[in-house]
């Protein structure tokens, strides 16, 4: 009886003219797996996730190329600056793109997102000197504001069993960008260096070295901008509290135990007095901070010489480790993590995974006093372990953060969630790339020497994330 009631309810609040109306309507009548729905939230993250951290292993080479350090160990300096200002930027806009999203709905703030890829990566990649360089990554991160929309997007698409996935989809195609875009950059930096016989010195690609992996990440984000077009608006264009008040009525005649919390919920309108959402967010910044911060010192503690307890890796070794990552991430993110997300919760995923990456990235000191394969073993097992583990932790976080609100609040939500990340790894590369100078003038310090003393504050960093998981700091919404 309360099936065929809550049937004929929604149909009463069903407007024809509302495209979030139309994708609840869709949701209710599909069956089975969907998997064009998951295809197009994995592209349009991965779209806006490659550019992130593309730059990383040629970032080292890029700023030499400026003659703007004095010092060899300078380098990881000025690297930093131009690898936090894409976060910069995103920190300053997030907020305004979630309210955004949430006023004039999620579409148009996925395709700007989408076609600034297409723009400004492609002006960094032809950058002539250290300025132009962040600029252009300033404004790519101004303009590229889609993954908090995506997120909501991705709630109000999916079937509320195939929600966890959805948010598993997002972090997935949002960590292998990040490991991915690192590989093309390593592959294609330097063509004319690394493929002699098929690029000049003399041609577009041997004038702008870093021009290549830049404009094979722009077409791949046209592509994916023109497919964008196709997908449904999930806003409701129309007001919802009616709606709301009369599933809570809903919920009080078929005597649902859990109709108070629905009530208590939709209380909440203040996102700043939520503070499941908020301690969920603050959790995520300090995994952010450690993320981003971990992505830029693993390039150039494996870019930079073996005399400064680097590994003396090239830009297409770099690649190679990174794409190997990449794909042991792909396969874990979509067999393993959405059945331990159903099994543990996402608090105790986010929980161990923090724990044993501390335990992981403590040994990386000594994996640089290796050579030949074993140092290469060694290097690809712990950096594809690493990088599950962090992903998983983040997803976790991304579950939690968007069951604290209402569908209307998600864009907001996902937005302040958004510029306290842009901001945390935006602090991360600068801070990141000043440490790691600094540690390649104290190899002979009596505590923590050299890269020793870089690995110990990331360890810090995320060990701090994983204490605030625990109460009474990190509150979970009940559902």
């Given at each position: 009886?309360?099936?065929?009631?809550?049937?004929?309810?929604?149909?009463?609040?069903?407007?024809?003219?509302?495209?979030?109306?139309?994708?609840?309507?869709?949701?209710?009548?599909?069956?089975?797996?969907?998997?064009?729905?998951?295809?197009?939230?994995?592209?349009?993250?991965?779209?806006?996730?490659?550019?992130?951290?593309?730059?990383?292993?040629?970032?080292?080479?890029?700023?030499?190329?400026?003659?703007?350090?004095?010092?060899?160990?300078?380098?990881?300096?000025?690297?930093?600056?131009?690898?936090?200002?894409?976060?910069?930027?995103?920190?300053l806009t997030s907020v305004f793109w979630g309210i955004v999203a949430?006023?004039?709905?999620?579409?148009?703030?996925?395709?700007?997102?989408?076609?600034?890829?297409?723009?400004?990566?492609?002006?960094?990649?032809?950058?002539?000197?250290?300025?132009?360089?962040?600029?252009?990554?300033?404004?790519?991160?101004?303009?590229?504001?889609?993954?908090?929309?995506?997120?909501?997007?991705?709630?109000?698409?999916?079937?509320?069993?195939?929600?966890?996935?959805?948010?598993?989809?997002?972090?997935?195609?949002?960590?292998?960008?990040?490991?991915?875009?690192?590989?093309?950059?390593?592959?294609?930096?330097?063509?004319?260096?690394?493929?002699?016989?098929?690029?000049?010195?003399?041609?577009?690609?041997?004038?702008?070295?870093?021009?290549?992996?830049?404009?094979?990440?722009?077409?791949?984000?046209?592509?994916?901008?023109?497919?964008?077009?196709?997908?449904?608006?999930?806003?409701?264009?129309?007001?919802?509290?009616?709606?709301?008040?009369?599933?809570?009525?809903?919920?009080?005649?078929?005597?649902?135990?859990?109709?108070?919390?629905?009530?208590?919920?939709?209380?909440?309108?203040?996102?700043?007095?939520?503070?499941?959402?908020?301690?969920?967010?603050?959790?995520?910044?300090?995994?952010?901070?450690?993320?981003?911060?971990?992505?830029?010192?693993?390039?150039?503690?494996?870019?930079?010489?073996?005399?400064?307890?680097?590994?003396?890796?090239?830009?297409?070794?770099?690649?190679?480790?990174?794409?190997?990552?990449?794909?042991?991430?792909?396969?874990?993110?979509?067999?393993?993590?959405?059945?331990?997300?159903?099994?543990?919760?996402?608090?105790?995923?986010?929980?161990?995974?923090?724990?044993?990456?501390?335990?992981?990235?403590?040994?990386?000191?000594?994996?640089?006093?290796?050579?030949?394969?074993?140092?290469?073993?060694?290097?690809?097992?712990?950096?594809?372990?690493?990088?599950?583990?962090?992903?998983?932790?983040?997803?976790?976080?991304?579950?939690?953060?968007?069951?604290?609100?209402?569908?209307?609040?998600?864009?907001?939500?996902?937005?302040?969630?958004?510029?306290?990340?842009?901001?945390?790894?935006?602090?991360?590369?600068?801070?990141?790339?000043?440490?790691?100078?600094?540690?390649?003038?104290?190899?002979?310090?009596?505590?923590?020497?050299?890269?020793?003393?870089?690995?110990?504050?990331?360890?810090?960093?995320?060990?701090?994330?994983?204490?605030?998981?625990?109460?009474?700091?990190?509150?979970?919404?009940?559902?």
């Amino acid at each position: 009886m309360a099936e065929e009631y809550t049937e004929c309810l929604l149909e009463k609040n069903f407007h024809e003219n509302c495209p979030g109306c139309k994708v609840d309507q869709m949701k209710r009548l599909r069956r089975g797996f969907p998997f064009s729905e998951l295809c197009s939230v994995w592209i349009i993250v991965l779209c806006t996730a490659l550019p992130i951290s593309s730059l990383f292993p040629f970032l080292y080479f890029m700023i030499d190329d400026f003659n703007i350090a004095k010092k060899e160990e300078d380098i990881g300096f000025y690297a930093g600056f131009v690898g936090c200002s894409f976060m910069l930027g995103r920190t300053l806009t997030s907020v305004f793109w979630g309210i955004v999203a949430d006023r004039y709905g999620r579409k148009p703030v996925i395709l700007i997102g989408t076609a600034s890829v297409v723009v400004f990566n492609t002006l960094f990649g032809l950058s002539v000197n250290f300025w132009m360089a962040i600029i252009t990554r300033f404004c790519l991160g101004s303009f590229n504001g889609l993954l908090g929309p995506i997120k909501a997007f991705a709630m109000e698409t999916f079937r509320d069993e195939y929600q966890g996935l959805a948010l598993s989809a997002v972090s997935t195609a949002w960590g292998i960008g990040l490991i991915i875009g690192p590989a093309l950059g390593g592959f294609l930096a330097q063509p004319a260096k690394q493929y002699p016989s098929l690029f000049s010195e003399e041609s577009v690609f041997g004038k702008f070295p870093y021009f290549l992996p830049c404009l094979a990440i722009s077409c791949f984000a046209f592509l994916v901008t023109i497919i964008s077009l196709r997908i449904p608006e999930t806003l409701h264009n129309h007001k919802i509290d009616d709606d709301s008040k009369s599933f809570d009525a809903l919920k009080v005649l078929s005597h649902d135990p859990e109709s108070h919390k629905v009530t208590e919920r939709n209380e909440k309108s203040s996102l700043l007095k939520n503070w499941p959402l908020l301690s969920s967010i603050i959790v995520y910044c300090i995994f952010s901070l450690h993320d981003m911060a971990y992505t830029e010192i693993f390039s150039l503690w494996a870019n930079s010489p073996r005399k400064y307890g680097g590994l003396g890796y090239s830009s297409a070794d770099v690649g190679t480790v990174l794409a190997i990552s990449g794909f042991g991430l792909l396969i874990f993110q979509l067999s393993l993590y959405s059945y331990a997300e159903r099994l543990l919760g996402p608090i105790i995923v986010t929980r161990i995974s923090g724990s044993l990456a501390i335990v992981l990235l403590a040994s990386y000191p000594l994996i640089a006093k290796l050579s030949g394969f074993s140092l290469t073993l060694a290097l690809n097992c712990a950096s594809v372990a690493k990088n599950v583990l962090g992903v998983s932790a983040i997803t976790g976080l991304f579950i939690l953060q968007n069951r604290a609100v209402r569908q209307d609040q998600r864009g907001a939500a996902n937005g302040i969630a958004m510029t306290g990340m842009s901001l945390f790894k935006a602090i991360g590369p600068a801070a990141a790339g000043i440490i790691f100078s600094w540690s390649e003038k104290r190899q002979d310090a009596a505590f923590l020497p050299g890269t020793q003393i870089v690995f110990f504050i990331l360890n810090a960093v995320l060990a701090l994330g994983v204490v605030m998981t625990f109460k009474p700091f990190l509150a979970e919404t009940q559902q």
